[in-house]
């Protein structure tokens, strides 16, 4: 978990502790505006949450 974060040339993205599950970290788009949609993060997101669209 957390590859979206490794992967990310700009810090997009966190991991943050799940408060139901504090030893569980979840990656979220912390900082979207700062994307520059290099779209490395959709392919290595084991659960396929990833949806990069430019407006």
């Known amino acids: 978990m957390g ?3 490794e992967v990310c040339l700009v810090a ?3 991991l ?3 408060k139901e599950h ?3 970290l979840k990656a979220v788009a912390a900082k979207m505006e700062e994307c ?3 779209m490395k993060c959709v392919p ?3 659960e396929q949450a990833i949806n ?3 407006d």
Request: aromatic share 10%; proline share 5%; charged share 25%.
């Open 3 to 5: 590859t979206c974060v």
């Open 12 to 14: 997009v993205f966190k």
């Open 16 to 18: 943050i502790e799940l």
């Open 22 to 24: 504090p030893e569980t």
């Open 36 to 38: 520059i949609f290099c």
């Open 44 to 46: 290595v997101c084991s």
């Open 52 to 54: 990069v669209k430019k």
